[in-house]
């Protein structure tokens, strides 16, 4: 079931970094970033780690934690956090339970080739479990702190 804006996430369980096992009730009371992206020590998917571990500070300030969502294994996402020092946790869908969930699984072409792939996106969970805000097939440039603007704005009184 793909979560709808405006409505709270459905149930799921997934193992991070850290033995940290993310459930959307185990973090109510604090905005969730979920982010999408394809491949651990990957260029883009590198630049973007840094963007959101350069800039956790003022996520944490805001309220929020912070999870990168991709295919790789535990393994796999020990080692990127490791090299780049990474503050938050790394989750490990390595069956595609969470990617298919957020419908981030889409066809690519590379090298002339059909492949499955992760569509880099970023959805925005507020204290409450309930989706607000999702971005979907992002460019790295800029996206962080378009994601840490909405945090923020989370907090402000309607």
């Known amino acids: ?12 369980e997934a193992q991070a970094t ?3 096992k993310f ?3 185990a973090f109510l009371g604090r905005a969730v970033v979920l982010y999408f992206y394809p491949k651990d020590n990957t260029p883009g998917c590198t630049t973007e780690a840094m963007q959101f571990r350069d800039q956790h500070a003022e996520f944490v300030q805001a309220g929020a934690v912070v999870f990168g969502v991709s295919r790789d294994n535990m393994a796999s996402h020990d080692k990127f956090k490791q090299n780049l020092g990474l503050p938050f946790e790394l989750i490990a869908d390595t069956e595609e339970k969470l990617c ?5 699984v889409k ?9 499955k792939g992760i569509e880099r996106s970023t959805f925005l ?3 409450r479990g309930v989706l ?6 992002i460019k790295v440039a800029g996206h962080v ?5 909405a945090v923020q704005e989370l907090k402000q009184p309607a």
């Open 125 to 127: 969970i507020d204290e």
């Open 1 to 12: 079931m793909t979560p709808a804006l405006n409505k709270p996430l459905p149930d799921i």
């Open 23 to 25: 459930t959307p009730q």
């Open 100 to 104: 298919h969930m957020f419908g981030v």
């Open 107 to 115: 066809n690519k072409i590379m090298y002339g080739k059909k492949v």
């Open 145 to 149: 702190e378009e994601v840490l603007k």
């Open 18 to 20: 850290g033995g940290v």
């Open 132 to 137: 607000r805000q999702e971005w979907r097939g």
